[in-house]
């Protein structure tokens, strides 16, 4: 019974959806759809970021940094574990939004991720020339003479920058839909 309930949920969520023969699915996404819940994440996560950059603990601080840290040193590997990127990353994205201190927006935030969620596994789990070539560490590590975009985040916070701490979400969220989109795995029209 609590199976069949979960899944009654993410159907209702659209995270999941009944095809023939009683069939449970992923639903296929058109390139719209994931413009849509992008741009919806953007500014949604934008705001939870600036709101947990006025209200950041140093409690919170500690475990974001602590989540940073696991994130580069995985990537960092010879060879990342793909699962435990995914994990981590969603992690360390939900610290920041947690420590907003808004239960309501942080809901809408984990249903926008359960919709998105199997298109940023891709991204994450391809193995494409994006993982290969480290382009991801432009927003995750310091294997660049830049600070990453979770590292400038993660900067920000520390001194409540509110602006530079949306700009680099932002970042990190455009940059990897732009991978997904130009990668070919969501569906062309409606």
């Known amino acids: 019974m609590p199976v069949r309930e979960a899944t009654q949920r993410l159907v209702a969520e659209k995270a999941l959806e009944n095809g023939p023969s009683r069939i ?10 994931f413009r849509e819940i992008t741009s919806i994440r953007v500014n949604l996560e934008g705001f939870a970021t600036e ?13 974001i940094e602590v989540l940073n840290s696991a994130f580069n040193e995985e990537l960092e590997q010879d060879n990342p574990d793909g699962t435990k990127l995914i994990s981590i990353n969603k992690d360390l994205h939900f610290a920041i939004y947690q420590a907003s201190e808004m239960p309501m927006l942080l809901q809408l935030i ?21 993982l290969e070539a480290r382009t991801i560490t432009d927003h995750h590590t310091r294997l660049v003479n830049t600070l990453s975009h979770h590292c400038k985040l993660v900067a920000a916070l520390k001194v409540r920058d509110v602006d530079a701490a949306k700009a680099a979400l932002k970042s990190d969220i455009d940059t990897a839909a732009e991978f997904i989109v130009s990668s070919g795995t969501l569906v062309v029209s409606d």
């Open 24 to 33: 449970i699915r992923v639903p296929m996404m058109t390139v719209s759809q």
């Open 51 to 63: 709101q947990a950059c006025r209200h950041m603990s140093k409690q919170y601080l500690a475990d």
């Open 110 to 130: 984990e249903a926008l991720w359960l919709r998105i969620g199997p298109i940023l596994n891709y991204d994450l789990r391809s193995g494409t020339k994006r």
